[in-house]
């Protein structure tokens, strides 16, 4: 599933993408189901999120990964930047 949203995200024409499963830490939790990735933390680093907001930039992302959202993947910890706002931190 990681590779798939990586793939998913490819229109962002991203310069860093991580994703990491973080369902283990959700087990019985809402959401979570046998076998996992259904929990992700994904990091985007995209020229295309400058001038745009923070809501703008996750409505973009969910955009993209909307039918890996209604297939298996319960949420996404989004965090997206742009190059600079990487270089920065």
């Known amino acids: 599933m990681s590779e798939r949203i990586r793939l998913a995200l490819a229109p962002l024409e991203p310069v860093v993408v991580e994703v990491a499963d973080q369902s283990a830490g959700h087990r ?21 999120f400058r001038g745009q907001s923070r809501i703008a930039r996750h409505r973009l992302v969910h955009e993209l ?14 965090r997206t930047l742009t190059p600079e706002e990487a270089s920065a931190a």
């Open 28 to 48: 019985g939790h809402g959401g979570w189901r046998e076998g996992g990735e259904t929990h992700f933390e994904v990091l985007v680093v995209s020229p295309r």
């Open 65 to 78: 990964v909307a039918d890996l959202m209604a297939e298996r993947v319960h949420a996404l910890a989004l």
